[in-house]
């Protein structure tokens, strides 16, 4: 899975959605000129057309007409998940309604806006609208044609790549099990047997689709995990629960809305503006970059923050990224995050790197459950790779800010050469600090120490930390080092650990 991670991480989160929504229309294209899949290929055809240059089209015009960018690879995808929703054909009311539901679901990303923040998926937004209006008028509502069995492999396949690179399994699986369950419990009582009734309720119900694609668009969900699964929980009960609202019927799209209203009510539900401040480099590998929030930017240390930079020539790891926040609350440099230099970087950290003093950003969100516990006696074990000390310097700098002294060992991992970031934040935390590098780094700071290792070896961990299996651990840095530490915390019998895997960084 950590060879799948760093695959993923090469792309964005965005390009891995419409990549894996272009297979799954592809798969339907084959199936329906086989034969095997009621549709009719020129309509499929035609449907994603007007779908996607519909919403393009729309956004587009609205983000001129507001003067704010338009990411465009967010309006593809969300055109192709409605051409997978509403039945294709090339009939002109059947596209007119396609039409409409392209149109609501661009102009609702800044007409159902609050700060620069949609509040409902899109997708939903155009299709729900269809059918509350369209309706009455003869137009056919989404009937989420995606969701059939000779689809479902490929539908599965997809919506797993979408997961690993979102990282949303917990999310994706709470509303599996609560939907699924209810369908499969329903189906069951009507007289199938179980496995049945599993199968129909994963093959013939959308909620494979809805989960992966849908439920874990990133703008409008809640910020916390436990706000997530709390949404998730609802949306999967709601989208299979019949029920009426005088002229609104329940489907999966109102599930969705309401969803994600509730999510809006949660969270920090705007963008905030960001002036850089400066830049400085932390070390010859590690690049830092001040901003000041026009308005008091709700956070705690541990936390994540998405940055949106427009830039020309965007290369496929597009305009937006989201970064650990490297400062505590209320600090004077404002919000500061850290990244690599690397000798080909994203032309998002080019533009990064390159901002002058004064050019306006936005965060278009913060989230994140990487916290330490509030007791100040559990006992720590911070694990970090390289720029995954991030987190951790925002953490230890708001303990150190705020006179608490608590045990904590920090492992830091480095590799051949790399000079250790933020040394002096991480000597003034009063933690224990053991830099884990094939050499000693070629200045050690007094009362570090070194661990000749490439990686977080038994060894190292037994000989470094004898104490680590009473401690709570926490690991950052890229995917395969957090899977290789996790590993071997768990043989040296810690079983409290909580990761912060940095996907793409």
């Known amino acids: 899975m950590s060879r799948v991670d760093d695959l993923l991480g090469r792309v964005t989160t965005y390009r891995t959605v419409s990549a894996a929504l272009g297979a799954v229309l592809t798969a339907a294209l084959l199936l329906a000129l086989a034969g095997k899949l009621h ?34 690879e967010s309006s593809v995808i969300t055109g192709l998940i409605l051409a997978l929703l509403l039945r294709p054909s090339t009939a002109p ?3 007119t309604v396609l039409a409409a539901a392209a149109a ?22 155009g299709a729900l609208a269809v059918g509350l209006v369209g309706v009455p008028f003869g137009a056919v ?15 599965a396949a997809a919506a797993l790549a979408v997961v690993v690179r979102t990282r949303r399994g917990l999310l994706v699986g709470t509303y599996l099990v609560v939907a699924g369950g209810v369908v499969t419990v329903r189906l069951v009582g009507l007289g199938l047997a179980p496995p049945d009734a599993l199968w129909t309720a ?32 609802l949306v999967g009960a709601l989208t299979v629960t019949p029920f009426t609202l005088g002229p609104v019927w329940s489907s999966p799209e109102l599930a969705l809305a309401i969803g994600n209203a509730l999510a809006f009510a949660l969270g920090q539900r705007r963008a905030v503006r960001l002036t850089v401040m400066g830049h400085r480099d932390v070390t010859p590998a590690v690049r830092e970059v001040a901003f000041a929030p026009e308005r008091a930017l709700r956070f705690r240390p541990g936390q994540w923050i998405e940055l949106h930079v427009p830039h020309t020539g965007v290369d496929r790891r597009g305009t937006r990224r989201v970064f650990s926040v490297a400062s505590p609350p ?33 965060a278009t969100s913060v989230g994140g459950d990487f916290l330490l516990p509030r007791r100040a006696d559990v006992p720590l074990l911070l694990v970090a790779g390289g720029i995954g000390i991030t987190p951790f310097v925002s953490q230890l700098a708001a303990l150190a800010r705020a006179g608490e002294r608590r045990d904590v060992v920090l492992l830091l991992l480095l590799g051949p050469g790399d000079e250790p970031p933020y040394a002096e934040v991480l000597t003034a935390s009063a933690a224990r600090v053991v830099v884990v590098a094939p050499t000693p780094p070629a200045v050690l700071p007094e009362g570090w120490e070194h661990r000749a290792a490439p990686l977080l070896e038994d060894a190292v961990l037994r000989e470094g930390v004898p104490d680590a299996h009473r401690r709570l651990a ?12 996790r590993r071997t915390l768990r043989r040296a019998g810690v079983r409290r650990i909580r990761t912060d895997a940095f996907a793409g960084y």
């Open 39 to 72: 549709v009719e290929p020129v309509a499929l055809g035609v449907s994603v057309v007007v779908a996607v240059a519909v919403t393009l089209l729309v956004s587009l015009a609205c983000g001129a007409l507001r003067r704010v960018p338009v990411h465009r």
């Open 330 to 362: 209320g600090h004077v440099d404002g919000i500061v995050v850290a990244y690599r230099l690397t000798p080909a970087p994203s032309s998002f950290k080019r533009t990064l790197t390159a901002l002058p003093e004064g050019v306006v950003v936005r």
């Open 104 to 125: 609501v679901a661009g102009a609702s990303k800044f007409v159902l806006a609050v700060r620069s923040r949609h509040v409902l998926n899109p997708a939903a937004a």
């Open 141 to 155: 509502p989404a009937t989420w044609w995606v969701a059939t069995p000779a689809l479902l492999p490929v539908v």
């Open 202 to 233: 994963l093959a013939s119900y959308p909620l494979v689709f809805a989960a992966a694609f849908m439920l874990t668009e990133p703008l409008t969900l809640p910020p916390r995990r436990r706000q997530q699964l709390t949404e998730a929980a």
């Open 474 to 485: 926490y690991v950052s840095g890229p995917p395969r080092m957090v899977v290789h530490a």
């Open 93 to 95: 009311l059947d596209l």
